[in-house]
């Protein structure tokens, strides 16, 4: 069974809505574990995190960067960082925020560079960028044209039962999938590795 953890924050409830759709993404591959944590809760699951194959993390964008909840999250790895505990497991991330552009790329950075730093395997999002050419449409998938992860939009004025909503979330189901698929290849080759070692 290969595990996977998401780890995200939303203040008002919309990055929520993107995190319960890259969930279902990933719930969508056979033989794999979900595990959706709020940072509400990060404190009680970290032997779920820990033990994840693979973690997505999201945040919302405010003001140009993920929100001081999720950054508090991230701090809170450092003993985690020194030990090197989670070198080598899969990242990803995604990102929602008021604006088409909102500086998201920012927060999607933000979380890389996090990554990055824990030593894990960054899998970005391996879609076209959408509705950008006359014959594209904002339902298309990656509609916000994204690389490095999932980006979501929704209007501040509207509540999370309406938006983020099509292509955006179905994007977010995208990249739950793409990372259960390659924690599932991931796993595999280092199975097929020890065997021959
Ligand atoms: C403190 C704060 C800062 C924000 N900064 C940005 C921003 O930089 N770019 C943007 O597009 N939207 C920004 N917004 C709007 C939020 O990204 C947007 O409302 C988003 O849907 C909130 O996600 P959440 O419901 O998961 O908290 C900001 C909102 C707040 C509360």
Redesign the pocket.
């Known amino acids: 069974m290969v595990k996977i953890a998401i780890v995200y924050h939303?203040?008002?409830?919309?990055?929520?809505v993107q995190a319960e759709a890259v969930r279902r993404g990933a719930s969508e591959v056979d033989w794999t574990d979900v595990a959706l944590i709020s940072v509400e809760e990060y404190e009680q699951n970290w032997d779920v995190i820990d033990a994840a194959d693979a973690i997505i993390f999201g945040s919302?964008?405010?003001?140009?960067s993920a929100s001081a909840q999720f950054k508090a999250f991230l701090d809170a790895t450092s003993g985690r960082w020194l030990e090197g505990r989670w070198s080598n497991k899969l990242a990803a991330g995604f990102t929602?925020?008021?604006?088409m552009s909102?500086?998201?790329l920012a927060t999607l950075q933000q979380i890389n560079h996090f990554a990055m730093q824990h030593g894990m395997i960054w899998v970005g999002l391996g879609l076209p960028p959408g509705n950008h050419t006359s014959a594209g449409s904002p339902a298309d998938l990656n509609r916000l044209g994204s690389f490095l992860g999932a980006m979501s939009q929704?209007d501040?004025d509207v509540p999370?039962e309406v938006a983020p909503a099509g292509s955006d979330l179905e994007t977010a189901e995208y990249l739950g999938r793409r990372v259960a698929e390659a924690a599932q290849r991931w796993l595999s080759n280092q199975r097929e590795e020890a065997v021959a070692a």
Request: glycine share 22%.
């Open positions: 939303s203040g008002y409830g919309h990055t929520a919302p964008t405010y003001f140009g929602n925020s008021a604006g909102g500086d998201k929704a501040a999370p």
